[in-house]
């Protein structure tokens, strides 16, 4: 107990307080346990902020990681990664069979976003209609806290004190509001199906079918930001909800770090796709996402595809 206070005073001195005062640390994690330096268990409900698909120290998983390890940890981006093209092949065939995915690797889910909405500014003006560019939020949203994702974010509590914000990327005080809001200056509205740091919100199926409407009469784009929501976390592997939306860009992350732009139909817009999509530089971070991928979407787990 001495050494862990002696640790939390020590923390108090050297860590930014961002995150407030913590006082409790783990030192190891079993399946789904955590244990603290004193060895009292407890039964870890966050996960890590839903990131630990498959619970603490899955042998398997410490396997991969440790033979890429000795294998070859990092490159940049400026050469190509095996690994990272066999996971991109077997993403973009679970997102969609019909439909062409390519897939943007990042680092954490406000990144994602971040390149969602500087997607959606670069394909309008590529377009032709440099005028669009707006992109409006919900109300409760949460898409991160970089100042592009704070400034779609309704949570006035991590607003305060960071204005101005992105001039252009504004949230609504309603649902009505965004529908009324959308002119020809909107490049993209961005959505959580179910709204996470809300208290797990389901957003209305119809009020969305009505957004996606309104966005193909306008010609702007469909962030569906599937951070919280992705990789099976509610039956299929994306969202039920938003597999009844036309999509256009939807940002993944916890487990994973991954952005999925749908490419549109003319071939100017597919070369931009083409042209501003960036790799992840870590071939270990491959190599644990291809043995998840393997492991998640086994009979074990019996997940429907969406």
Same mark, same amino acid.
Request: net charge positive.
């Given at each position: 107990? $001495?050494?862990?206070? =002696? %640790?939390?005073?020590?923390? #108090? $001195?050297?860590?930014?307080?961002? @995150?407030?005062? *913590?006082?409790?640390?783990?030192? *190891? ?5 955590? @244990?603290?330096? #004193?060895?009292?268990?407890? &039964? ?48 973009? /065939? ?6 062409? @995915? ?25 377009s032709g209609q440099p005028q669009k560019t707006r992109v409006i939020g919900l109300p409760n949203g949460f898409h991160g806290r970089t100042m592009g994702a704070l400034s779609v974010t309704a949570n006035a509590? @991590?607003?305060?004190? %960071? ?5 252009? &990327? $504004? +949230?609504?005080?309603?649902? =009505? ?5 959308? #002119? ?20 209305? *199926? $119809? ?10 009469? +306008?010609?702007?784009? &469909? ?10 976390? +509610? ?16 940002p993944w992350q916890k487990a994973w770090a991954t952005e999925f732009p749908r490419e549109p139909s003319s071939q100017r817009r597919r070369s931009l796709l083409r042209s501003h999509l960036v790799c992840m ?8 996402? /291809? ?16």
């Amino acid at each position: 107990m $001495e050494q862990a206070m =002696e %640790m939390m005073a020590s923390a #108090d $001195e050297v860590l930014f307080p961002n @995150y407030g005062k *913590r006082d409790l640390a783990f030192v *190891r994690g079993e399946g789904a346990y955590v @244990y603290d330096r #004193d060895d009292r268990r407890f &039964l870890d409900f966050t996960a890590g902020i839903a990131v630990c698909n498959l619970g603490h120290a899955h042998p398997g998983l410490a396997s991969v990681i440790a033979e890429q390890a000795k294998t070859l940890l990092h490159t940049s981006n400026l050469f190509l990664i095996e690994g990272q093209v066999a996971l991109a092949n077997k993403l973009v /065939r679970l997102v969609s069979a019909g439909t062409p @995915y390519r897939a943007m690797f990042v680092n954490s889910g406000t990144e994602a976003n971040e390149g969602a909405l500087k997607l959606a500014r670069r394909y309008q003006f590529v377009s032709g209609q440099p005028q669009k560019t707006r992109v409006i939020g919900l109300p409760n949203g949460f898409h991160g806290r970089t100042m592009g994702a704070l400034s779609v974010t309704a949570n006035a509590k @991590y607003r305060e004190g %960071m204005a101005p914000l992105v001039p252009g &990327l $504004e +949230t609504a005080t309603s649902y =009505e509001a965004v529908i009324d809001a959308i #002119d020809d200056t909107v490049a993209a509205c961005i959505v959580e199906v179910i709204q996470g740091e809300a208290g797990v919100r389901p957003v209305d *199926r $119809e009020f969305l079918q009505r957004l996606a409407a309104r966005l193909r009469e +306008t010609g702007g784009l &469909l962030i569906v930001d599937e951070v919280q929501t992705g990789v099976g976390r +509610t039956g299929t592997f994306l969202d039920l909800n938003s597999s009844v939306l036309n999509r256009t860009l939807s940002p993944w992350q916890k487990a994973w770090a991954t952005e999925f732009p749908r490419e549109p139909s003319s071939q100017r817009r597919r070369s931009l796709l083409r042209s501003h999509l960036v790799c992840m530089d870590r071939p270990l971070a491959a190599t644990r996402l /291809r043995w998840l991928l393997q492991i998640t979407w086994s009979t074990r787990f019996r997940i429907r595809r969406s």
